[in-house]
């Protein structure tokens, strides 16, 4: 029974551990993308703004 605790704890770490490895490289990844490539198009557009007649709720 102790056998299935320890494999089962065991397990969790490593997965948890591969996990952020899988982050980290896919991070450095995508930030050597944007290095060669530069932002999209899209990413370089000023953020829409949407006004209404509505004021807004204080406190």
């Known amino acids: 029974m102790l056998w299935w605790v320890v494999f089962i704890v065991v397990l969790i770490v490593a997965l948890t551990v591969l996990t952020l490895a899988w982050w980290r490289i896919g991070d450095q990844w995508a930030d050597a993308e944007h290095k060669r ?3 999209k198009a899209a990413d370089r557009q000023a953020p829409t703004v949407i006004r209404t ?3 807004d709720e204080g406190p």
């Open 37 to 39: 490539f530069g932002p």
């Open 53 to 55: 007649d509505r004021p």
